[in-house]
């Protein structure tokens, strides 16, 4: 089993800058697939952006495109979402999952492993 764990949430500003780490635990997370989630308050959980297992593919959802870069440290065990020109709707806690589907994955229920999230506020 997959134990994962985010940090590096806080609050920031409008235009700022943050990094989300998740570190995995027990086992490897070199052959999974990993992506980001996010969830604000009263909405659905929504699909942010996805690694593939080597770190060659990657796929974003429109709204963060050219703004959040995913990046994955397999000897490290570690995923990376890299968070740039924050606005106030990205305002959400954010968790990591692993996933063994091949390919770049987008739906949560292709996800076998989750971590239980870090918040995210950006203030206007």
């Known amino acids: 089993q997959v134990q994962l764990v985010e940090s590096g949430g806080g609050l920031v500003q409008a235009g700022g800058s943050l990094r989300l780490s998740c570190s995995a635990a027990?086992?490897?997370?070199?052959?999974?697939?990993m992506g980001w989630f996010r969830q604000a308050p009263g909405k659905e959980r929504e699909f942010v952006g996805v690694v593939n297992w080597s770190g060659s593919s990657t796929l974003y959802v429109d709204s963060v495109k050219g703004r959040f870069t995913i990046s994955r440290d397999n000897a490290r065990d570690t995923v990376y979402l890299q968070m740039n020109g924050l606005k106030p709707e990205d305002t959400a806690a954010y968790s990591c999952a692993a996933s063994s589907f091949a390919g770049i994955p987008a739906s949560p229920l292709q996800y076998e492993y989750w971590g239980q999230g870090t918040q995210v506020t950006v203030s206007s």
């Open positions: 027990r086992r490897t997370i070199s052959g999974y697939a």
